[in-house]
């Protein structure tokens, strides 16, 4: 009981910080641009951490391990293909996202931005975009949740229902009050927990195996196959499946809301480069502390002899076992810090589309800045509702969630942010349809079962899409051509 206390005040100690970052962020949240975006006044630390954080969800710190304990490194393609995916939006999407989004009549959320960007009079675009940010995300959000019900039925032998309540609570409350900027630092102290905890779990697991050498080759003799990228000294053609398909994990960075946001929010698009080298390499610790706690955790539970009930709470287990009960809890805090920055993110973009996307489209009159952000909380409120209801009884993997939810944002909205960017005859036709495309094929391809991750043809599918529809829809407008070049100047600015 006295070894509970010390882990329950941890994670006491790391509630109580997540809502006192709330309170402070509410007090400095006065209109709607603020709620939705922090007043573009990031700094990159806090833009890279807060990107990194919000990206990696309970996956890191509990799928990925689970996922490489089960696999082995064959699972780490995800990790590279994620790694160059992140470089690449850092570098490509991030200062031009930045600079257009302001340029283009200031759009705050990525639906408003391809409206303006495109000019869209039918109001569609935005329509479906705010549809489709609202049905990915309610799923991702709910894999969130359930992350922390297996993580509380997992680390207390608690009920799964009080722990996934327990984490929506205080993650809805302070996103609630504190909004973007409340997400965003508590995303930078999240991230840092997270980073931590993936260093000093499988260190500490090591050192009480016995070093370096007698962990290698106890997963050696445990599971030898588990130690190749290429799962064995073959490359078959299933193997190379998997690998495409992990590695195609990198072309979702594109298409996430919650993810590019952070972009918007950067002071400039100058700062985009200082952000990427920070994130980047918040991201490559991160992801190799993860894989490298999935193979460690196969050494340690084999010398132990301990009955793994499910796999992807390796990093709990050994967090538990290994070191003292505070220090645990700080662990055990982690996790919970990897799941709710997510959330947290998730649910401001959820707020943002039902409120920027749906609710001002159909709005005759321009609605008060206050009024805004009162809907923008009942906005959260009401998605953080629904997805935990689907939270109760689930019925897959977090990974499984996590995948479905990344595969439909990065189809949908990928292609169309690349090509916003970088195309100037992309047309509001042709982003609809390689959005609609891209979201439909998801769905229509996972029940295939081809072996083959949905979002590389999704991806393929709506990129075609969105350039054929366009050509055949294209008229040039010196206002957009004016707003390209002006965005484009902006990021070559020093």
């Not at 639906?111 to 705010?130: C, Q, V, W």
């Not at 206050?370 to 923008?376: D, I, M």
């Amino acid at each position: 009981m006295s070894d509970q206390i010390f882990t329950f005040a941890a994670l006491a100690l790391y509630f109580a910080g997540m809502l006192l970052i709330g309170w402070f962020a509410f007090r400095r949240t006065s209109d709607h641009e603020d709620y939705m975006l922090g007043g573009r006044n990031l700094p990159p630390w806090v833009a890279a951490l807060s990107a990194g954080a919000s990206d990696m969800s309970g996956w890191l710190v509990m799928g990925l391990p689970g996922a490489i304990y089960v696999s082995g490194l064959i699972e780490a393609w995800i990790a590279i293909g994620l790694t160059i995916g992140a470089y690449l939006n850092w570098l490509l999407v991030a200062p031009r996202l930045r600079a257009y989004t302001e340029v283009s009549r200031n759009s705050i959320t990525v639906p408003s931005f391809f409206e303006n960007r495109l000019r869209d009079g039918t109001r569609l675009l935005r329509i479906i975009s705010g549809v489709v940010i609202l049905v990915f995300f309610t799923l991702y959000i709910s894999s969130g949740m359930v992350a922390g019900g297996v993580f509380f039925e997992s680390s207390f032998q608690g009920d799964y229902l009080v722990g996934m309540l327990l984490v929506t609570g205080v993650t809805l409350a302070y996103t609630l009050f504190g909004g973007f900027l409340g997400a965003s630092l508590t995303d930078v102290v999240q991230g840092l927990m997270m980073v931590i905890a993936l260093i000093v779990v499988p260190v500490a697991a090591i050192v009480a195996i016995g070093g370096f050498a007698e962990t290698g080759d106890l997963i050696a003799e445990v599971a030898p196959d588990h130690l190749s990228l290429l799962s064995g000294t073959a490359l078959t053609g299933g193997t190379l499946l998997a690998i495409v398909s992990a590695l195609a994990w990198g072309l979702g960075y594109f298409g996430q809301p919650h993810i590019i946001v952070r972009f918007m929010a950067l002071r400039s698009p100058q700062e985009a480069k200082s952000a990427r080298r920070i994130g980047i390499s918040w991201m490559v610790l991160s992801l190799g502390g993860a894989v490298f706690s999935g193979l460690v955790g196969i050494a340690f539970i084999a010398q132990r002899g301990i009955d793994l009930a499910n796999p992807e709470t390796v990093v709990l287990l050994m967090s538990q076992t290994l070191l003292h009960p505070f220090v645990a809890g700080l662990v055990l805090a982690a996790v919970l810090a990897a799941i709710m920055s997510t959330v947290s993110s998730q649910l401001i973009v959820s707020s943002s589309a039902l409120v920027e996307d749906i609710y001002k489209v159909f709005r005759k009159t321009p609605p008060s800045s206050k009024t805004l952000v009162l809907l923008g909380r009942i906005g959260v409120l009401g998605v953080t509702v629904v997805a935990a209801v689907l939270a109760v009884t689930p019925n897959d993997t977090i990974l499984g969630l996590v995948s479905f939810a990344w595969a439909g944002f990065g189809a949908a909205f990928g292609p169309i942010i690349l090509l916003s960017l970088f195309w100037r005859r992309l047309t509001n036709w042709g982003a609809l349809a390689g959005m609609i495309v891209g979201a439909a094929t998801v769905f229509l391809w996972k029940p295939l079962n081809t072996g083959l991750y949905e979002l590389l043809p999704a991806f393929v599918f709506a990129l075609i899409a969105a350039v054929v529809v366009s050509l055949l829809t294209y008229r040039a407008n010196a206002e957009i051509d004016e707003e390209f070049a002006e965005a484009g100047a902006m990021v070559a600015a020093k």
